[in-house]
């Protein structure tokens, strides 16, 4: 099955300062690829996806890229702000079949003010 | 719409009894997960259902859990008996699948989580 791997587990920035989250994946079927913000205390929520079809996609201050011959995916926040700090989390699934979301385990970001 | 509605939030138990989580998904979505988050594992898979019937239950950890949906508005994730090691926060999402088999979205609506502490 599909094996999602995030680096680094916790990551701390500067107000202001950019962040950027990297995930690798196995199955090279897998086409569909979020990212979910999780708050404390909160169940997690999608924040940004891309799809295999492009290399990347922007969303205000997020971006999201993909490398389909490396099997990694990045997720870039610019500017960050204290709101920002949380669990994000990456997944993978293949278009088909069983309709099972890989995710990893999860990277803390922290913005420091 | 409300979003997923699990209930309890929070519960505190002791080894050996019988846990009931609840989830009401998002009406309209017709599949529905169940994944468990602690800080070594991450978020796990352990059932999903499509259309009430269960499709994936390979991450269910043992026999001692147990997952229902009788209906398209409810499920129930049971743990009898519990032990300490089901501490965890028992999350619920659901999503819409296209019919048909169609590829997969992949987006999923979380509920805020069923925290369980088995003593």
């Known amino acids: 099955g599909e094996n999602v791997e995030q680096h680094p587990s916790t990551l701390s920035v500067q107000e202001g300062d950019s962040a950027v989250i990297k995930c690798t994946y196995s199955d090279s079927a897998s086409n569909y690829f979020p990212w979910y913000k999780q708050e404390l205390g909160k169940g997690p929520q999608l924040i940004i996806d891309i799809r295999s079809n492009v290399g990347e996609k922007k969303d205000q201050r997020i971006a999201v890229t993909l490398n389909k011959t490396a099997k990694h995916f990045s997720l870039h926040i610019t500017e960050t702000q204290p709101e920002d700090s949380a669990v994000y989390f990456c997944?993978?699934?293949?278009?088909?079949?069983?309709?099972?979301?890989?995710f990893g385990k999860g990277n803390q970001v922290v913005v420091i003010p | 719409d409300a979003g997923v509605i699990q209930s309890p939030r929070h519960e505190v138990t002791e080894m050996g009894q019988e846990v009931t989580l609840r989830c009401k998904p998002i009406?309209?979505?017709?599949?529905l997960f169940w994944y468990r988050q602690t800080m070594m594992r991450g978020l796990e898979l352990l059932i999903y259902?499509?259309?009430?019937?269960?499709?994936?239950d390979s991450g269910m950890p043992e026999d001692r859990f147990s997952a229902k949906m009788p209906n398209a508005s409810f499920s129930t994730l049971k743990i009898q008996p519990s032990e300490p090691r089901d501490s965890a926060v028992y999350f619920c999402a659901s999503s819409l699948a296209l019919a048909g088999g169609g590829p997969n979205t992949g987006e999923l609506f979380f509920g805020e989580g069923s925290r369980l502490t088995v003593l």
């Open positions: 009406s309209g979505h017709n599949s």
């Open positions: 997944a993978a699934i293949r278009p088909y079949g069983n309709n099972r979301l890989a």
């Open positions: 259902f499509n259309n009430n019937v269960p499709i994936d």
